[in-house]
DNA sequence: GTCTATACATTGATAGAC
DNA sequence: GTCTATCAATGTATAGAC
């Protein structure tokens, strides 16, 4: 029944970063405090520090855990493959992607996040997209996508929090359908 | 040449007031400081709280100046009105607009402007709209609207902040369409 | 009406005890 | 490895001088 030491240190600072998402989620980087991360980590505020030396390190350690959405992951067209992704994020909550959203406005460091991961989700679905201004279409997609999330997980806009992920989704298809399609398509 | 005392008050009340909209805008809600604020107005920043009272009410009185956007001022179909809407603020920045948007992940009373702005927002879409799940399709063209502005005018995406404005509308134009269209048109 | 000086609270971060 | 005590910095808000 003996904890190692290495290990016990592992079991407290997943628990702090967890707790950190937690924090950061709820009340956004600025606002954040290490002492509330501590305490809802059930440790002292001094041992946050000690192990992530500072706040902006602790932040970036929550950063890292967000996982990137992989279009590839799910099969058929560029476009469903998009709303399967925002299916997803519609139904649970991603801690630590909203973590980033929340505090995307306020602290540079997560909007570097935001706009490095922003970046490889909208290479992926240029990719995907035949049309000669693939860029900018991936980078309208992902700013709708951005919205809907924040609309419904952190401003909780009455209609848009309480619907259902599914009529989300089957609204937004043709939307999503007209952007990446081939704009080729329809003429000759 | 006379500066009566009372005009004077107002002359320096505006000029904070417009000056705080600005680095609202750029800081935020928590990272804004009275005495930024204060330096950027000419002022010292003990005038601000005189006059103000606290940081909470200035932010308010900043709020207030924001305009509400006014979809029966352009002609045409519901979605037309909508880009015609977005096409303005893509253009030029409204600081007091863009101001609470950038605080509204941190700062309550920013949300709750928000939440109170986007709902009567909606309420012009939803009586344009014909469908009977018009409140969900009209919250989620104002998500669509919050996310496009958001990417460019805070965020900075690269590919959204310089796009040009036109392009952007056309490529939103049927998905707004899609969005604010009767659906019983196309069946029967 | 405007500015100076300051009280008061909060927070990030550090040093040392257990 | 963890917690206690503390420092230094920042920021809001107030009281009083000009």
Known sequence: MTTPRAEQRRNTEARILTAAAGIFL???YDRATIRAVAAAAGVD?????YYFGSKQELFRRVIDTAPV???AESPGPASEQILAALAGRL?????ASLAILRSVLTNPEAAEAVRGGAARYQSQITQAIPADDAGLRAAIISAIM??????RHLIRSDELATAD????VE??????AALAADPEAGRG
């Open 165 to 168: 992920p599914a009529r989300i």
């Open 171 to 176: 609204l937004l298809r043709p939307c999503v």
């Open 26 to 28: 709820a009340d956004g």
């Open 91 to 95: 139904t649970d909550e991603p801690a």
């Open 69 to 71: 959405p992989d279009l």
């Open 45 to 49: 505020a001094g041992l946050v520090t």
């Open 146 to 151: 951005l919205g809907i999330t924040a609309s």
